[in-house]
């Protein structure tokens, strides 16, 4: 690819580019392990303290802030000549005061096709086209087989927060992830991120109770409150990284939901 070169993000911005980018800032988690998959660690100058994975490599690499309050002293010291961020996971201001100085591309993730789009798209940007496709491709295949599958619905609530308890309506991804692979989302109705009162919790009447274990950590003591409130449905801890986190790591998503779905289909039928 020869530069300068003018890219469009998922917000339907341009974004110019006059070299191909070589100190690359990561705003959000799922992201950031994405141009680690995409072989960029040497590329990598900035990731947020929310930025785990992969482990080892993002210890190494300076870090910004939180994914809605930057070091902006930091960033410029960093000399970025490309940011990538996310419209829900990032902050407007911020954002906007960053792409005042520096090419700011913006993912808007809904669904799994929004997804893929993202991964082509950054492997495109810095010019690793080839392992993006091999990541989508991989992904693709996964969840091919979980939606080749005619499966019973199972009604499900899933939780991401605590006092109050908030679940997640049908516009958001994690929605995506449990429509794949036939769990019923009760609170699909509602707005994007619910709150859910306990009473309006045991009206639902879900067959099971997912507790994420992000954004809030819901540990084994939460199940037992969970039941206190609903003594009958099946109560469950999950990795909330696999049902929210829409880059590489969908690699290993759909296995994980397929796993997911058949303890929980035993456990109802014993």
Known sequence: MTFPQTFTDQLSRLIELPKAPQRIISLVPSQTELLFDLGLANRIVGVTKFCVHPTAQVKGKTK???????????????????????????????????????????????T??????????IGQL?????????????ISSGFATLQ??????????????????????????????LTAVGFRNIFSGLNRYPIITPDVL????????????????????HIREIQEILPNPLVKLVDGELFSWYGSRLQQTSSYLQSLRKEIEAALIS
């Open 64 to 110: 910004i802030g939180g994914t809605k309050n930057f070091n902006f002293e930091i960033i410029r010291a960093l000399r970025p000549d490309l940011i990538i961020g996310n419209k829900e996971e990032n902050y407007l201001e911020g954002i906007q005061a960053l792409e005042q100085t520096y090419p700011v591309w913006m993912s808007d993730i809904f």
């Open 112 to 121: 799994l096709p929004d997804a893929l789009t993202m991964i082509k798209n």
């Open 126 to 138: 810095t010019e690793t086209s080839d392992a993006a496709e091999n990541i989508i491709q991989n």
């Open 148 to 177: 080749s599958t005619e499966l019973n619905l199972i009604s499900a609530a899933y939780l991401i927060w605590k006092d109050p308890y908030m679940s997640v309506g049908h516009d958001t991804f994690i929605h995506q992830m």
């Open 202 to 221: 045991k009206a639902a009447a879900p067959q099971v109770v997912f507790l994420s274990s992000e954004p809030y950590p819901f540990k084994e003591k």
